[in-house]
Every structure is written in structure tokens, then in C-alpha cells.
T-cell receptor
Framework: GDSVTQMEGPVTLSEEAFLTINCTYT??????LFWYVQYPGEGLQLLLK?????DKGSNKGFEATYRKETTSFHLEKGSVQVSDSAVYFC?????????????FGTGTRLTIIP | GAGVSQTPSNKVTEKGKYVELRCDPI?????LYWYRQSLGQGPEFLIY????????DSGLPNDRFFAVRPEGSVSTLKIQRTERGDSAVYLC????????????FGQGTRLTVV
């Protein structure tokens, strides 16, 4: 079945550092790919998405490119801020049985120190 | 309300008891999902409703778990004869239609079985 493997955490960086969180996937078809973020005390929020190969999703300075050849969707940000501290989840979805359910990775906790 | 609302936010119950968890989706959203997030893991799919019917219940772990959505809006997840392994955060998400739309998550119900 479908699965998502993402970089284990926790990850601690200094403010303004470059961020990469790795994500690879296994899927039977052509999934859509997502990054969700969970800020402390809040629910999961969609950060960005890409629906086909070579698409780049971007939001709030974060970017991820759908790489079909390497089955990857790595999250990057050029200069992180303290407010980016959160748990980040990579996820995929495929439309099966009339349903587009999400399959998540285990999450990566990111802490940014001033 | 403006977002997906889940009640209670926390529930502690004794092993063997019955519990109900409630989800109020965003008004007008026809698709509703339940996920379970165990400690240190990403959310795992449980069940999907399109309107009033459970279109995909393949993620329910066993027959102690059941969910309903009688009027196509509020949903209740029911767990019978709870076990300590059921302890997790139960997340609800809704989306306007079944596919190609963003899923909005509630903050979850943290269930602890003692």
C-alpha cells in the first residue's frame, strides 16, 4: 500500500538557517503530495501541495517540488524564523474507492532558536 | 462555527468503558474523515463519510470502533470496550467535496484509557 517516509526529528536550527526536511513516498498510482504543519496548540493545517510531477508547491517561504523520478517531496526554506517552530507532516493522497484519503509520514518536530 | 470543532478536547476513561467522540464539520462540507494519531506517529485514516453514508471504513481497526453521521453534518465516533491501546488523539477533517479540495482538520480529542 501507499506509504510516506520522512526525516526523523527532532530538528533544531538557529534563526535564519536553511531548512530541509526530507520526504519520500511509495504509491501505486500518481498521488498528490502535501506538507501539513501543526503549530503548538493548533490543528493540522495545509502548508503546501503539488498534484503532478515537477510541480512546485510554495507558501510562507516554504517550497517543495514533486520529483517522480526519486519519489520525493522535500520541504525547504531559505531562512527560518522562530515562528516556524512546529511539527511538519509529509502526506500523499490517491483517489481510490471514491475517496481521497491522506496517508501521512510520522512527522518532524522543528525547533528554531533565536 | 468557522472551523471543524471536536468535543471533548480531552477524555479520560477506564478500560472496558464506552466512549463517544463528536465532530462538527464546517457547514456545507459533504466529506468527513476520522483519523487516529498515536504518540510519535502521523495521523492514520479510520473512516470516510460522503454525506450520511460511510463510503470507506477500511481503516477502522476492529469491530469495537463505529462511526455515524445521521444527518450528513455532525459525526460521532464510538468506541466500545475501550483498551489502553486505543489511547491516541482522534482527529476529524472535513472538505467541501470528496476530491480536489483542501481538508480542514479539527484540533482533535485526546483519548486516554487507564
Amino acid at each position: 500500500g501507499d506509504s510516506v517516509t520522512q526525516m526523523e526529528g527532532p530538528v533544531t536550527l538557529s534563526e535564519e538557517a536553511f531548512l530541509t526536511i526530507n520526504c519520500t513516498y511509495t504509491a501505486t498510482g500518481y498521488p498528490s503530495l502535501f506538507w501539513y504543519v501543526q503549530y503548538p496548540g493548533e490543528g493540522l493545517q495545509l502548508l503546501l501541495k503539488a498534484t503532478k510531477a515537477d510541480d512546485k508547491g510554495s507558501n510562507k517561504g516554504f517550497e517543495a517540488t514533486y520529483r517522480k523520478e526519486t519519489t520525493s517531496f522535500h520541504l525547504e526554506k531559505g531562512s527560518v524564523q522562530v515562528s516556524d517552530s512546529a511539527v511538519y507532516f509529509c502526506a500523499l493522497s490517491e483517489f481510490q474507492f471514491g475517496n481521497e484519503k491522506l496517508t501521512f509520514g510520522t512527522g518532524t518536530r522543528l525547533t528554531i532558536i533565536p | 462555527g468557522a472551523g471543524v470543532s471536536q468535543t471533548p478536547s480531552n477524555k479520560v476513561t477506564e478500560k472496558g468503558k464506552y466512549v463517544e467522540l463528536r465532530c462538527d464539520p464546517i457547514s456545507g462540507h459533504t466529506a468527513l474523515y476520522w483519523y487516529r494519531q498515536s504518540l510519535g506517529q502521523g495521523p492514520e485514516f479510520l473512516i470516510y463519510f460522503q454525506g450520511t453514508g460511510a463510503a470507506d471504513d477500511s481503516g477502522l481497526p476492529n469491530d469495537r470502533f463505529f462511526a455515524v453521521r445521521p444527518e450528513g453534518s455532525v459525526s460521532t465516533l464510538k468506541i466500545q470496550r475501550t483498551e489502553r491501546g486505543d489511547s491516541a488523539v482522534y482527529l476529524c477533517a472535513s472538505r467541501p467535496t470528496a476530491m480536489n479540495t483542501e481538508a480542514f482538520f479539527g484540533q482533535g480529542t485526546r483519548l486516554t484509557v487507564v
